[in-house]
């Protein structure tokens, strides 16, 4: 409890945490590493997204009797890894050069961002898309060869349920973790009485208006 007359005076204990709290928030460097279980969930995504594509698309391009839709296939994964990798580059790029001190900016470069949500929503979609096309070709071949039909079909089947799990997990997660949470707290600001604060610029005011009027009586 702080003394009277430092009640009187205006004047309060110094609040240690408070002020090792605003130092912090001081620190741009720091802004990069701010809620780091989220971040370290994401960056997990990232890199298994990377080996998964990765080792995908090599399977396919060194298998033996590759056609041209193996090719094809390995191709587009290798592509997708190099994006996926390309943003965890550039992130680290402009963490360690310090470029970037807008809180705003860092919120949407950093893993757990909004281009990181991004980032998993084009892989996903990309790969369902491509996968459910392999398909449609599989179908409509006229004159389908055994081996060749089936790898074909097995292939656009895995894209497209590794595709689909890929933005099921992400809805989720945002159910779960961004959308419950902000409709449980609007629920709770909705039952919490509003307050009303009556300023002391409008009292000096009102107090100018007495002042006159009792003048004018006069």
């Not at 900016?105 to 979609?125: C, E, M, N, P, W």
């Not at 060869?145 to 097995?154: E, Y």
């Not at 989720?172 to 707290?185: G, R, T």
Request: one cysteine or more; glycine letters at 10%.
């Amino acid at each position: 409890m702080p003394e009277l007359s430092e009640i009187t005076s205006g004047r309060f204990p110094a609040n240690r945490f408070r002020i090792q709290q605003g130092i912090l928030e001081d620190q741009v460097e720091l802004w990069w590493f701010q809620d780091l279980k989220r971040s370290i969930l994401f960056y997990s995504v990232a890199l298994v997204l990377v080996l998964g594509t990765e080792v995908g698309g090599i399977v396919l391009i060194s298998t033996g009797e590759s056609g041209e839709w193996r090719l094809g296939v390995g191709i587009f994964l290798c592509l997708l890894t190099l994006v996926i990798l390309f943003k965890q580059l550039l992130t680290s790029a402009l963490q360690d050069m310090n470029c970037v001190r807008n809180r705003a900016q860092i919120d949407k470069l950093r893993s757990g961002g909004l281009i990181d949500y991004l980032l998993i929503v084009f892989t996903g979609f990309t790969i369902l898309t491509y996968g459910y096309v392999l398909i449609i070709l599989v179908n409509s071949d006229p004159y389908p060869s055994g081996r060749t039909w089936n790898d074909k079909l097995i292939t656009g089947v895995i894209l497209t349920v590794v595709g689909s799990i890929i933005l099921f997990s992400l809805l989720i997660y945002v159910l779960i973790f961004k959308l419950i949470p902000y409709i449980a707290a609007r629920s709770r600001n909705r039952g919490v009485p509003s307050v009303y604060t009556i300023s002391g610029g409008n009292t000096e005011g009102r107090q100018r208006e007495i002042s006159s009027s009792t003048a004018n009586l006069l």
